[in-house]
């Protein structure tokens, strides 16, 4: 079985690259927006399932998001800049070495791996990138009680050591069955998914059957490429002609999850995704070096994936001296916090008008960058992104003039709606034929935007989260039956009381609906609208529906378990405001806003 490569030039550093692939030159637009660095060829090989739901080119973004880069579905940063544009400064640093040491990927001297391009075909090191073969089974959002219908797909994975495989996360999503076969072999071998990053699209497999390995070697990591340095993507893709709006396309799926490496036979990063239509020339992009050893010291330490952590501020640059002048800071430096997240550590530490002038005792500049490298300079988030979480950042600040140091902690960002949600199965209750699930971006996806309505829209770009474990809880649909009567047209809206208490989560609505004693039940929903019926009757009726409905239970396994008020959700905002975030998320990192 031959292995394609591609062949990259980069334009930009930590941007887009010029993309040259060896086979013939279609195209395909691919939506996808949790991107990283730069260069690849593309995702993976899905036999795709027609969507239940939508227009046509609803259905059409529905299956480019299962063919492309995942579920994924905006340009640019996602929506809490997931992804890092960093790099090592020529060299390691000290989040790869944990890395390298755990997962056995130890440098080679240069002279032994350099590979010309053209000869990449014969390179021994290219015995260590296999093909990934994925049965996917993803729940249905819409109908939370049962699953759709499988998939399977093909991708590309390599292996880094000790056992261990490198790929996409979108490679393996929901899986049920993953298989990996070698190069030139036939023989398909199972394998296990030890951890998933969704945020970053990387996922760690293992495979325990000992031939898999024999005679293999496993790949190393190198630096970040520099601006002009070659670049070459390795995997095993599969082109098909596909259409849209924007005119004929093709992808080589099956390349996501394969290594990129540079002249030197080093892999400087994981492939997975192209981008590539009539405005822009086909451009690639890889997840770096720095993420993927992040990703592996994030396991290593904790045995499973944990996540990159977030400062939890919104910040705005200050290079008007005007501004400067107001804020009372002396020199050219510093960035001004514009919101800090309610439910962040930060919180407790920073307030509104404060500047972030250093970080762990880097200059910040004007513009929000540090030094990065010789020469350049990045945005000083990267420093974020090389913590774990529960690590402690010192911030020099300046507020109201006077400078100060404070500590804050870092962790993962809590998000009101969820661009994925864990455990592969989302929560639901079904009362009285009210189906209520929380709102997600994977529900939005599946019911099409037009159906969800403007507002819950603006809720999920806009809002945050004001407690941990706060959820939008929404009426998905109505089962008709003869207790509804009346309200069998109401779907996709928000739940905000029930009997006058409001609503934090879905967990706390089976709680306020399992301990009610009062005659009616009455739902409260946006727009002044509400729902009644009486508690006996509801109750009743519970088990003729689920019979009607062909449904197995009235709530997911998780409702089942005992409900807990957290001390940091005691106090609700009642009023919840759509425009209190001040930029929305496709500003984020484009000009200068950003969260950090």
Known sequence: MAIAASTCCFSVLTSSVKFCCY???????????RTIGSVAS???NHKRRPSKRGSSSSIDKANRDKEGASHYKSPGKSKDERYYSCGDGGERGKAQSMAYKSFGMQRKDKKEHQAEAGNL???????AVVKVYCTHTAPDYSLPWQKQRQYTSTGSAFMIGNGKLLTNAHCVEYDTQVKVKRRGDDTKYVAKVLARGVDCDIALLSVENEEFWEGSEPLHLGRLPRLQDAVTVVGYPRRRHHFSDKGSCITHRGNSGGPAFNDHGECIGVAFQVYRSEEAENIGYVIPTTVVSHFLDDYERNGKYTGFPCLGVLLQKLENPALRACLKVQ????VLVRRVEPTSDANNVLKEG???VSFDDVHVGCEGTVPFRSNERIAFRYLISQKFAGDVAELGIIRAGSFMKVKVVLNPRV?????HVHGGQPSYIIIAGLVFTPLSEPLI?????????????AKAQYSLAKFKGEQIVILSQVLANEVNIGYEDMSNQQVLKFNGTRIKNIHHLAYLVDSCKDRYLVFEFEDNYIAVMEREAASASASYILRDYGIPSERSPDLSEPYADSPSDKQ????????????SNLEIGLDGLLWA
């Open 445 to 457: 996806d599946e019911e099409c935007e037009d159906s969800i309505g403007l507002k819950l829209l």
């Open 354 to 356: 404060d500047v972030i």
């Open 42 to 44: 593309n995702a993976i």
């Open 415 to 419: 998000h009101l709606v969820p661009y």
């Open 331 to 334: 020199s050219n430096e510093g």
């Open 572 to 583: 609700v905002i009642e009023h919840d405001p759509l425009g209190d975030s001040p930029v």
């Open 23 to 33: 086979s013939s030159p279609q195209h395909r637009l691919l939506s996808s927006h």
């Open 121 to 127: 075909q014969e390179a021994a090191f290219l015995n």
